[in-house]
C-alpha cells in the first residue's frame, strides 16, 4: 500500500482491524520488510503498520537534508493519513532513535514504546568517522558494500554458519537499497541528538528489547535504558544479535504480544 505523506509516496503493510495500532519503525540500511514475520504473526494482537521510512524501500526521497525528526514527522503524517490517533510505537535500532524524536514531537500519539536492539546516546567521534566512512563506501560502491560490512554484525555466528536464508533475507535486503537513501540515514544518524535526557521524560508503558549477543548495541545499553525509564520492562532474547526481531521471531514476538496485553 501507498500513502501520499509529507510531499513523498510512502510505502507500508497495514493489516488494519480494530486491534491496538502498533507502529514499526525498522533500521539502517534495511526495509519494511525487516518486519515480515512481526506482521504475519502479531496481526491477530494488533493493527500492525510497517512503513518504508523516506528513502528506503518502496518509499519516495523528495530533496531535503534528512534528520531523526524529519523521519518522525513522516511517521506522524502517515498516522493521519491512516486516521490512526495513537499507536504502540515500536522502532529497531535507527527505528528506536526514530521512536525518541516521536516521542519528543509527537508523545500523544504514543501508547506505549518497544525500544528494540537500540540506544539513546549519540554517536561518539569514532562513530560519526565510522558514518563518512561509510557515506564514502556507499557512494563508490553501492548500499551492497556497506550492507556486507554489517552482516557479521547482525546476527550470532551460530546463525551466520547455519542458516543461510536468514542471513541472504537480510543481505538481500540492504542491497536493494538506494544510495541516496543510505548516504541519508547515516548523516541522519551521524547528526542525531543525544536521547538520554528523553528517557526520564517518558511516562508511557516502555518495554525494552535486547538480542543477547548484539555486538552493535551492546544490552548494557538496553539496561541503561530500562534503568533510566520509569517502570520499563526488559527483555533480553538468547541467540539473537542486533537484528533480534528476524533472528528469532517467535520470541520476540511473545515479548511484544505481552506487552500489548498489558495495555489493555
Ligand atoms: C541500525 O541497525 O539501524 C544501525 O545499526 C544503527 C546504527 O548504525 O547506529
Known amino acids: 500500500m501507498k500513502a501520499q505523506v509529507r510531499g513523498f509516496e510512502m510505502a507500508y503493510e497495514d493489516t488494519g482491524g480494530d486491534g491496538i495500532p502498533l507502529l514499526l519503525i525498522h533500521g539502517f540500511p ?22 518504508d521510512l523516506r528513502g528506503w524501500g ?6 531535503g537534508a534528512v534528520t531523526m525528526d524529519t523521519y518522525a514527522d513522516d511517521l506522524r503524517g502517515l498516522l493521519d493519513a491512516l486516521g490512526v490517533k495513537n499507536a504502540v510505537v515500536c522502532g529497531l535500532s535507527m527505528g528506536g532513535y526514530i521512536a525518541f524524536a516521536f516521542y519528543r514531537q509527537h508523545a500523544h500519539r504514543v501508547r506505549g514504546l518497544i525500544l528494540a536492539d537500540t540506544k539513546a546516546g549519540p554517536d561518539s567521534p569514532e562513530g560519526k568517522q ?15 558494500a556497506v550492507g556486507d560490512k554489517m552482516l557479521p554484525k547482525m546476527f550470532t555466528p551460530k546463525t551466520l554458519a547455519a542458516r543461510a536464508d536468514v542471513a541472504n533475507a537480510a543481505r538481500a535486503m540492504m542491497a536493494r537499497q538506494s544510495v541516496a537513501g543510505v548516504v541519508s540515514a547515516l548523516k541522519a544518524m551521524r547528526d542525531r541528538p543525544d536521547s538520554t535526557s528523553t528517557l526520564a521524560e517518558i511516562t508511557v508503558p516502555t518495554l525494552v528489547i535486547a538480542g543477547a549477543e548484539d555486538q552493535l548495541i551492546p ?25 533480534a526481531n528476524l533472528e528469532q521471531p517467535d520470541a520476540f514476538n511473545a515479548a511484544v504480544r505481552e506487552f500489548l496485553k498489558s495495555l489493555v
Open 219 to 243: 544490552v548494557q545499553e538496553a539496561e541503561a535504558m530500562r534503568a533510566a525509564i520509569r517502570g520499563a520492562r526488559l527483555v533480553s532474547i538468547p541467540g539473537a544479535a542486533h537484528l
Open 130 to 144: 565510522g558514518r563518512d566512512d561509510n557515506i564514502a563506501l556507499a557512494r563508490a560502491q553501492g548500499a551492497a
Open 30 to 51: 534495511l526495509d519494511r520488510t525487516l518486519w515480515t514475520a512481526q506482521v504475519q504473526g502479531l496481526a491477530d494482537a494488533a493493527r500492525v503498520i510497517a512503513p
Open 58 to 63: 518502496e518509499s519516495g526521497l523528495p530533496g
